[in-house]
C-alpha cells in the first residue's frame, strides 16, 4: 500500500499527493513530500523509485530487505536501513524500516517482519504523530524531522525490549537458583542469548548511523532535526550499555547454572559414595563369615549368629552417624 502526502509550511494538514506524479511534487522551497509504502510489491517499489530517481543499489536494497542497520550515500540522496523490533516470548522478531530521503522529500519502506512473523508491526501513526507535534516553525518542517520521528519511535521501542528481557533474566534467575529442570533452563538461557546477539546487532550500528548524520553528512537535515537527533543517539547509547549489562548478566547466569548442575552432581556423588561406604561394612562382615572353613572362630558359638547381625547393625549405625554429621547424606 502506497501513500504520498505533502507537507506545506504553515499548513496544519498534509495535503495527498497523486503517486503517479511524485516528481512534479517535490520542491523543497515549498514544502515535504512524504512517501509511504507498506510491504511493497515489486511493482510499486520500481514505480515510486523511478519516480524519485533512486540508485540502482538502492533500489536492489529495498527489493530484497534483509540489510543491515546502516547509512549509504548516493548522489543526491541518503538511504538509512534501521531495524525495529518486538520481543514474542523468548524470540526477537525484527521489522526492517528503509528510510531514503533527499532535499525535498522521504520514502519509509516498511518491510514485512522476518520469519514471515509480525505480532507487533511498526505503527507509523506514532511516527506521523511526533513530526506534527515537532512541526513548530519552518527550521522544523523538513524531512530531517520526519527522520527523527521514525528513529526516535523505534529507539523507544528499544526500551520495551530492555524491560521485557529484564523480566526474563529475572525469571531465569530465579529459576537458576531454585536448582528446577536443570535442562529447560539452559535452553531459555540460550533463547536469551540468541535474541540478544540478534536486538545487538540492530542497536549498535544504529549509534554510527546518527553519528554520521550529526557530523552533517545530509546537509539537508535542519538544525532543529540534529538536535533530536542528539537526543536520540543519547537514547542509543543508553540501550547499547543496558545491551552490554545485560550480556554479562546472562553469561553469569550461565555460569551460575553449570555451577548449580555441577554441585548437584557433588551432592548426588556423595550420597551414593556414603551409602556404598554404608553397606560396605555389613557386606564385609557377612562375606568373612560366608566362607566355607571348617575351623574359624565363633563358628560353633551358639551367639555367633547375633553377633554377626549385631556387628552389622553398629556399624551401619556409626557409619550413617559420621556421614549425616558430615552432612553427605
Request: net charge negative.
Amino acid at each position: 500500500m502506497i501513500r504520498a502526502v505533502r507537507y506545506e509550511p504553515g499548513a496544519d494538514a498534509p495535503s495527498d499527493v497523486d503517486v503517479e506524479r511524485l516528481a512534479s511534487a517535490i520542491d523543497a522551497d515549498s514544502g515535504l513530500v512524504w512517501v509511504d509504502i507498506e510491504t511493497p510489491t515489486e511493482d510499486e517499489l520500481d514505480s515510486v523509485a523511478t519516480q524519485l530517481q533512486l540508485s540502482p543499489f538502492a533500489i536492489e536494497d529495498l527489493h530484497h530487505g534483509g540489510q543491515r542497520t546502516k547509512l549509504e550515500h548516493y548522489r543526491d540522496h541518503f538511504h538509512v536501513a534501521v531495524h525495529d523490533c518486538d520481543l514474542h516470548g523468548s524470540a526477537l522478531v525484527t521489522r526492517e524500516v528503509d528510510l531514503v530521503f533527499g532535499n525535498g522529500w522521504l520514502l519509509s519502506v516498511r518491510q514485512p517482519g522476518d520469519g514471515g512473523s509480525d505480532p507487533a508491526p511498526f505503527d507509523v501513526s506514532l511516527a506521523r504523530s511526533r513530526f506534527h507535534a515537532g512541526r513548530g516553525d519552518a527550521a522544523a518542517d523538513d524531512e530531517g524531522m520526519l527522520l527523527w520521528a521514525f528513529l526516535d519511535v523505534i529507539v523507544d521501542r528499544y526500551f520495551n525490549i530492555i524491560d521485557e528481557m529484564d523480566d526474563h533474566l529475572d525469571d531465569t534467575e530465579e529459576m537458576v537458583f531454585s536448582g528446577d529442570g536443570s535442562a529447560s533452563i539452559s535452553r531459555q538461557i540460550f533463547d536469551l542469548r540468541r535474541a540478544m546477539v540478534h536486538f545487538r546487532r540492530a542497536v549498535v550500528p544504529l549509534r554510527e548511523v546518527i553519528s554520521e548524520l550529526l557530523r552533517k553528512e545530509a546537509d539537508c537535515i535542519g538544525p532543529e532535526a540534529l538536535v533530536r537527533l542528539n537526543d536520540v543517539l543519547d537514547h542509543v547509547l543508553r540501550v547499547a550499555d543496558l545491551v552490554e549489562t545485560q550480556r554479562d548478566l546472562l553469561a553469569g547466569l550461565l555460569e551460575s547454572n553449570l555451577g548449580v548442575a555441577s554441585n548437584r552432581m557433588n551432592d548426588v556423588m556423595k550420597k551414593m559414595t556414603s551409602w556404598g561406604a554404608i553397606l560396605l561394612g555389613s557386606t564385609l562382615i557377612a562375606g568373612i563369615y560366608g566362607m566355607n572353613f571348617e575351623e574359624m572362630p565363633e563358628l560353633r558359638w551358639a551367639f555367633g549368629y547375633p553377633g554377626a547381625i549385631g556387628s552389622m547393625v553398629l556399624l551401619t549405625v556409626v557409619l550413617y552417624v559420621y556421614f549425616k554429621r558430615k552432612d553427605y547424606l
